[in-house]
DNA sequence: GCATGGTCAATCATAAATAATCAAAAACAG
DNA sequence: CTGTTTTTGATTATTTATGATTGACCATGC
């Protein structure tokens, strides 16, 4: 078999199974390992692939797994509650919309799930607007500085950017829902791009999980009477008076 | 047989069969090895077969001239030449810089070499930023429409809010350099941003392998007399006298 | 501590592919 | 028919790809 033929045949196995080990690959191809650890080493300097200790993994996996411990860990948590809540969101979402999607895990779920490649996205996290491409969807991004670790664009131009778009609807995520704290997250220049996103927007929906309920957090970027709270369990009853809440079966 | 007869045979069979070697061809067209190569390497002269070691590949499957070439396959060409050049400019960045980072593949190439985290980024490049900020640096990114399939941003808000920056060194990717018609792209929106960017940039580098010199491509985004050119091979004495070139070795 | 199993890069010899060269054969113009 | 050009096949040295081997490295378990 010709080399060229082989390495691209690696590319697609790759592309198509995610993960692959040498040994794999070495039995798919027939070749020995050597060969095979040569063709890896090219296609990676080649930025075709990502290698790794053992074989090599897929460029789009790979820009998900290098994400920092601490959104990792954070996704972990709630996996389920966070899919369904996610799953449902997606739906919401209608042709002609003009959609604005936070940074966050939760949104970045969301994102697996949109269906709708009609209507127009913007977001401030630099990984969904990746993803959002990668579906193709028609995306623009927020400019501004990149906080790390969340890596969310914040800062005054992107402030100041998202005044002039006006949203049919948002998707944020929050780290804490209560009733006089309103949703809070920890960072003050990212609730502020919150708040501002959220003035633009038509229609809020605040993506939380039921152990965000009672979380507060040290900055306010909304009042809950202002959103649509989409959850997995039904809140005290206290947050159903002063807000719109959409609880979501956990299979849904 | 007729020489240019088996040729455009050698062609059917390439496209049809997408790879094939040269003692398959010798084999079906019952000629010696030396006269396959012949026909092979006039073929891919042609652009008419993509010719590779051990035998042929069809155009379709790895690159096709009409549109742009995606990111990815054109990330595989002229390897060893992009990376001397990108490790030779990420050199360049000092302490204190304000860093413009063009989107495209040589310029992410560049990301790799650099080691200075004290300077401060700005890039128009998804993957650009991601890589940023895996490394550390200080990063922001420009808003507006992302573009497929470069993933690059682009857009009436890039451009403006280019304009309120001022960088100390920018670094350019191009797809054509000539003496008069400069460096260009067949993109336009992507021009624009490239123009506004240097506009703003006290140095600009312009980051090209020798292949790109004599190409011209739909729009110019920069006169060659205004940037510095960092190449891998000393290109024709007439670019030496209107532009400062810096010539890298190949083993940089 | 030591051994073990797995991965990996470096090295080597072998095999294959290639470019360069040359001479013979064919096509062609005068 | 003669001299020239083109094409071809064979031969050569050079380059490239490959598989096997070695020792290094690291985590795991004894």
Chains 1, 2 share one sequence.
């Not at 990502?50 to 993994?57: E, H, I, R």
């Not at 979402?93 to 490649?117: E, H, P, R």
């Not at 049919?168 to 949703?183: V, Y």
Request: aromatic content about 6%.
């Amino acid at each position: 078999m010709l080399t060229e033929e082989r390495r691209k045949q690696i590319v697609s196995i790759v592309n198509e199974k995610k993960a692959v080990t040498v040994a794999e690959l070495t039995e798919l191809l027939d070749s020995s390992e050597a060969t095979i650890r040569r063709d890896l080493n090219a296609l990676s300097k080649a930025s075709l692939i990502n290698k790794v200790f053992g074989g090599a993994t897929s460029l789009d996996s790979s820009n998900i797994k290098t994400t920092e411990e601490s959104m990792q860990e954070k996704a972990r948590i709630n996996i389920e509650e966070k899919d369904s809540i996610s799953k449902y969101a997606a739906t919401l979402i209608n042709d002609q919309d003009f959609v604005f999607i936070d940074s966050g895990t939760t949104t970045l779920k969301l994102i697996d799930y949109i269906t709708n490649t009609n209507a127009k996205y913007i977001t401030n996290g630099i990984r969904h607007a990746k993803k959002l491409i990668d579906k193709g969807c028609e995306t623009s991004i927020l400019g501004g500085r990149i906080k790390t670790p969340t890596e969310a664009i914040i800062g005054p131009d992107c402030v100041e950017s998202i005044s002039k778009y006006h949203f049919t609807k948002a998707f944020m995520g929050t780290n804490g829902i209560a009733i006089d704290a309103g949703c809070t997250t920890p960072d003050v220049d990212e609730a502020l791009v919150k708040s501002v996103a959220i003035k633009q927007a038509y229609i809020t929906y605040i993506l939380a999980d039921h152990t965000k309920f009672g979380q507060v957090n040290a900055v306010t970027f909304a009042d809950i009477s202002k959103c649509c709270i989409i959850t997995d369990k039904e809140p005290a009853k206290r947050y159903l008076e002063k807000s719109i809440v959409k609880v979501v079966s956990n299979n849904f």
